[in-house]
């Protein structure tokens, strides 16, 4: 994306999704994961480490509860599929790509006071959204590495950046289809506020696993032309939603997923 107060026509900001092999530290973006299938967490249940104490004459008095349907517009549903099943650049996996632990945590590095403070505002913002997975700033050893940079230094930070991107990220995933590391970068120099702000709405949000552009809502973050929306719009906010409702895993392709929601 460019300056418009150079002359120059913004382009939008692609992304790019590599998948690399869990037991190998592979980075290159054409590596291509293993057709596993989603790999389910393995979950202790309390009631069930309670119950096995007890003598068997005496019943469990917890029944169990069915998870909960997420509801979702037809039109979200079809946005979901077009932005969370498929990336911009690399390898198209056609199935979910997605973060799996509670806390998904970035580190930032350089950003002015206001570019920090609208990184704090979508960090709450989508937030707000989740049920299973959130994002987190830290100072330590972080999933997500965010860099505030000029744009001439983007190459020596990710070396898989496609250049003429004024804000790029770049994620790796697993043969199961588990997001493990990532890297953003945007443009510190040289673009307004606003387009920066919207650059870190829309890469960050990227990077946790709906990577492609769309070319039907401007009011989108997704959307693959020129447009600087700062906020999340109705529908982006449904596509979020669903990805960390506890409802899609990784590797889901549309068949699974369609059938673990209520469309409305």
Same mark, same amino acid.
């Given at each position: $994306?460019?300056?418009?107060?150079?002359?120059?026509?913004?382009?939008?900001? &692609?992304?790019?999704?590599?998948?690399? !092999?869990?037991?190998?530290?592979?980075?290159?973006?054409?590596?291509?994961?293993?057709?596993?299938?989603?790999?389910?967490?393995?979950?202790?249940?309390?009631?069930?480490?309670?119950?096995? @104490?007890?003598?068997?004459?005496?019943?469990?008095?917890?029944?169990?509860?069915? &998870?909960?349907?997420?509801?979702?517009?037809?039109?979200?549903?079809?946005?979901?599929?077009?932005?969370?099943?498929?990336?911009?650049?690399?390898?198209?996996?056609?199935?979910?790509? $997605?973060?799996?632990?509670?806390?998904?945590?970035? *580190?930032?590095?350089?950003?002015?006071?206001?570019?920090?403070?609208? !990184?704090?505002?979508?960090?709450?913002?989508?937030?707000?959204?989740?049920?299973?997975?959130? !994002?987190?700033?830290? /100072?330590?050893?972080?999933?997500?590495?965010?860099?505030?940079?000029?744009?001439?230094?983007?190459?020596?930070?990710?070396?898989?950046?496609?250049?003429?991107?004024? /804000?790029?990220?770049?994620?790796?995933?697993?043969?199961?289809?588990?997001?493990?590391?990532?890297?953003?970068? +945007?443009?510190?120099?040289? +673009?307004?506020?606003?387009?920066?702000?919207?650059?870190?709405?829309?890469?960050?949000?990227? @990077? $946790?696993? $709906?990577?492609?552009?769309?070319?039907?809502?401007?009011?989108? +973050?997704?959307?693959?032309?020129?447009?600087?929306?700062? *906020?999340?719009?109705? !529908?982006?906010?449904?596509?979020?939603?669903?990805?960390?409702?506890?409802?899609?895993?990784?590797?889901?392709?549309?068949?699974?997923?369609?059938?673990?929601?209520?469309?409305?």
């Amino acid at each position: $994306m460019g300056s418009a107060a150079r002359g120059r026509i913004p382009r939008t900001v &692609p992304a790019l999704l590599a998948a690399s !092999l869990v037991l190998v530290a592979c980075r290159a973006p054409d590596a291509t994961p293993a057709t596993a299938g989603p790999s389910a967490p393995a979950v202790v249940s309390a009631t069930a480490a309670t119950a096995s @104490a007890v003598p068997s004459a005496v019943p469990s008095a917890t029944p169990s509860v069915a &998870p909960v349907r997420p509801s979702i517009s037809k039109a979200g549903l079809a946005y979901f599929f077009t932005v969370a099943l498929r990336s911009q650049y690399g390898t198209d996996a056609d199935v979910a790509t $997605m973060w799996v632990q509670p806390e998904v945590t970035v *580190r930032v590095h350089g950003g002015t006071k206001r570019s920090r403070s609208c !990184l704090n505002k979508v960090v709450a913002d989508f937030n707000a959204l989740t049920a299973t997975t959130d !994002l987190t700033l830290t /100072g330590g050893t972080p999933d997500i590495e965010f860099y505030f940079a000029p744009v001439t230094k983007f190459r020596s930070i990710e070396p898989h950046y496609v250049p003429g991107n004024d /804000g790029f990220f770049y994620v790796h995933w697993s043969s199961g289809f588990e997001m493990t590391s990532g890297t953003v970068m +945007i443009r510190s120099t040289g +673009i307004g506020e606003r387009a920066r702000c919207h650059l870190i709405r829309a890469e960050l949000t990227r @990077a $946790m696993g $709906m990577a492609n552009n769309s070319g039907k809502y401007p009011d989108s +973050i997704f959307y693959g032309r020129y447009s600087t929306p700062t *906020r999340y719009s109705s !529908l982006d906010k449904e596509v979020i939603r669903l990805l960390y409702s506890g409802a899609v895993h990784p590797g889901d392709d549309k068949k699974s997923i369609t059938r673990a929601v209520t469309v409305r």
